[in-house]
């Protein structure tokens, strides 16, 4: 099943992490880096892309993003670079 939606966290340029969700990552990340996206982003630009995470629908990718953004930055930067045993635990 394809995604529906995407949650994602991108890097500012003040090395702070920004989380959301959308629908079109590439589109929202030129968002963001025009000074059009959350209000947040846009006195923190550029961002870059860090971590991107699938969902089925809209709702869940809400759900998702709620959830991540109650977390510690450390947990945040484990997700978006995991370790490398992490990973071949993951394959």
């Not at 949650?7 to 090395?15: E, G, P």
């Not at 953004?69 to 992490?86: E, F, G, M, N």
Request: glycine content about 4%.
């Amino acid at each position: 099943m394809a995604a529906k939606a995407f949650v994602y966290i991108v890097r500012c340029a003040d090395n702070t992490l920004y989380t959301g969700w959308t629908t079109d990552v590439e589109r929202r990340v030129r968002t963001h880096n025009a000074g059009r996206g959350a209000q947040y982003t846009r006195r923190r630009m550029p961002v870059e892309l860090v971590y991107l995470e699938p969902q089925p629908s809209r709702a869940d990718a809400m759900r998702r993003e709620a959830a991540i953004k109650r977390w510690p930055r450390k947990r945040k930067l484990a997700l978006a670079h995991p370790s490398p045993a992490r990973k071949r635990r993951r394959s």
